[in-house]
């Protein structure tokens, strides 16, 4: 329990009781230079979160909370190599996988930069030898096409970064196959020439059964069809398990390791962008990890007034456990960044979702908000009617790029940018019930029939949002901006007090799918009707059904 904590929580929610009295539309006419004191920036990065109801006594509060609870002391702690991943007792150290100076950094006692700087070189090496045409398939062919087969961390990072780069995808097509549904591996493998396909099967733990189930289906469709004994050179492994790509039949040339101090979603930055490398070649996922490193050298140094990964997690504490607002929309308007949302939903809801203290107690604030999302403009024509006058508010974070790859497209991004910053206006601002009536009626609408609509038409405004405003989505931007939400998570998790680098919450859905695993193929014999006896009446239900239905 952290008292100091508790006061300063005690301290906002008091202010915020406070503020309700004045709208941030309000809070913006007091303030003419309200956009330069709340917001911050990182080269040709700014993060402008002045439309989010805080004040200057909100923030200086809330750096307080930052204090209090240690945050720099636990950053450095990071940095420093030192088990803060309690529960698995792992230093968690994905900063050192983009320490471009390759400063010492000590786990256990030994400098782990060198093992770093020697996977990134065979990784560079692997990735050249496909992209040049030196490393051929069985019949001496370049690979045209890389699958990448992984799920949850081995997936996201891969497939979410491949999207966003698109304009500096130079090499081999690179697809995804996650899901355990046998359609994802049939419809991506399908358009596929085998004696063309380089497979990458990407598991840190290699034993993640989604992607170890795909993997023996993409080794039998590539044996059929070029022979087991070519089949090895159609394969590469990306994982920390050794042993187990060893016993898959993998080649140790053939096998990316990292490290069990790299979190699965944290992985982007180890062997696991090995796609990413192939697709936008060495120097572009260089720029990627400077990108990155940048952030962590912002992230570091710089007071946590102005420190954006700092401030980002502020604005979290701030609207989950003060506004008690659950859930949080990131809404990028780039399309090639559409995924981005759902890479968040992984890193942030994986780290965070935690009701138990690092400790072990149970914690009676609120930990990680719910995370969604999609891109702009398409979501407006979703779900924005509830962002604008749902019941329910939703803090929202939105992502520009000022500029795009094509300059010939400048009737689109203009569109773009001027529907995204009217978005986060409207949200602010709204329309007053009599504004909307005196708009009615000048365009002629009678004034009983005005009344009548205007309800509807009315928005309360004073929903809170952030711009994250870029100049461009290139790799290095891409960097800075993942590295940015990944602080961002442990600055959150430190306050909450969880350890946001373990993810048991995964582990009892996996054990009891083992257990129904033999239901379900018992279905297949039709013998047995499952009954309330042999589980709760609901699974057994379903399985009777589901035996009765099958083909
Ligand atoms: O890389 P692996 O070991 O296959 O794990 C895949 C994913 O499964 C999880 O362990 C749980 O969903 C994630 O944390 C991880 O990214």
């Known amino acids: 329990m952290n008292e100091q904590r508790d006061i300063l929580f005690a301290r906002l929610k008091q202010i915020r009781s406070q503020l309700k009295n004045m709208s941030i539309n309000d809070l913006f006419t007091l303030n003419p230079k309200r956009f330069e004191e709340f917001s911050t920036s990182l080269d040709d990065m700014i993060l402008d979160y002045s439309k ?3 004040n200057n006594d909100v923030m200086t509060t809330l750096f307080k909370l930052a204090k209090a609870c240690d ?31 390759n400063k010492p950094i000590y786990v256990d006692n030994r400098d782990i930069m060198q093992d770093v700087q020697e996977g990134l070189e065979k990784m560079q090496k692997f990735a050249n030898g496909i992209r040049d045409g030196k490393i051929v398939s069985s019949s001496g062919e370049a690979f045209t096409d890389i699958v990448n087969i992984g799920i949850g961390g081995s997936h ?15 090499g081999p097509n690179v697809h995804f196959v996650s899901n355990i549904d046998s359609s ?23 034993t993640t059964i989604e992607t170890m189930t795909n993997a023996k289906t993409a080794m039998k469709w590539m044996s059929n069809a070029i022979g087991e004994e070519n089949a090895g050179k159609h394969f590469a492994a990306i994982s920390t398990a050794l042993e187990k790509t060893k016993d898959f039949g993998i080649s140790e040339d053939r096998v990316f390791g990292y490290w069990d101090w790299v979190g699965g979603r944290y992985s982007i930055w180890s062997s696991i962008g090995l796609g990413v490398m192939i697709a936008i070649g060495t120097d572009n996922f260089s720029q990627f990890l400077d990108g990155a490193y940048e952030m962590d050298e912002h992230f570091k140094n710089t007071p946590i007034e102005q420190n954006m990964p700092v401030i980002l997690g502020l604005i979290g504490i701030w609207h989950r456990n003060i506004c008690e607002y659950p859930t949080r ?27 138990i203290s690092s400790s072990g107690e149970s914690l009676y604030e609120k930990t990680g908000a719910i995370v969604w999302g999609d891109a702009g403009t398409n979501s407006q024509h979703s779900f924005f009617q509830l962002l604008h006058q749902g019941s329910q508010i939703v803090p929202c974070e939105f992502m520009l790029g000022v500029n795009k790859s094509e300059n010939d497209m400048k009737e689109h991004n203009d569109l773009l940018i001027a529907n995204c910053l009217a978005q986060s206006q409207a949200l602010m601002a709204g329309r007053r019930i009599d504004e909307v009536i005196r708009v009615l009626e000048k365009r002629g609408v009678p004034h009983e029939e005005s009344i009548r609509l205007a309800p509807h038409r009315q928005f309360n405004g004073n929903r809170p949002s952030s711009t ?16 940015l939400y990944e602080h961002r998570v442990f600055v959150e998790g430190i306050i909450w007090g969880v350890d946001s680098f373990d993810q048991w919450g995964v582990e009892l859905g996996k054990e009891l799918a083992t257990e129904m695993l033999t239901h379900v193929q018992e279905t297949h014999k039709k013998k047995k009707e499952y009954t309330h006896k042999d589980m709760d009446s609901s699974s057994a239900g379903l399985l009777n059904a589901i035996s009765a239905w099958q083909e």
């Open 156 to 170: 996201l990072g891969p497939a979410m970064v491949t999207q966003s780069l698109k304009p500096f995808h130079d």
């Open 71 to 101: 945050v720099e002391e636990k950053r450095d702690a990071m940095y420093r190599g030192d088990k803060i991943n309690i529960t698995e007792n792992r230093a968690v150290l994905h900063i050192a996988l983009r320490n471009k100076p």
């Open 468 to 483: 994250l405003l870029y100049k461009k989505l290139d790799p290095k931007t891409l960097g800075k901006i993942i590295a």
């Open 329 to 355: 929309a990131i809404l990028p308007y780039d399309q090639r960044l559409s995924s981005f949302p759902s890479y968040i939903q992984q890193l942030d809801m994986e780290s965070n979702g935690k009701s």
């Open 52 to 54: 989010v109801h805080v």
């Open 184 to 206: 994802h591996i049939t419809d991506t493998l399908s358009n596929l020439d085998p004696s063309k396909t380089l497979i990458l099967i990407a598991s840190k733990t290699f």
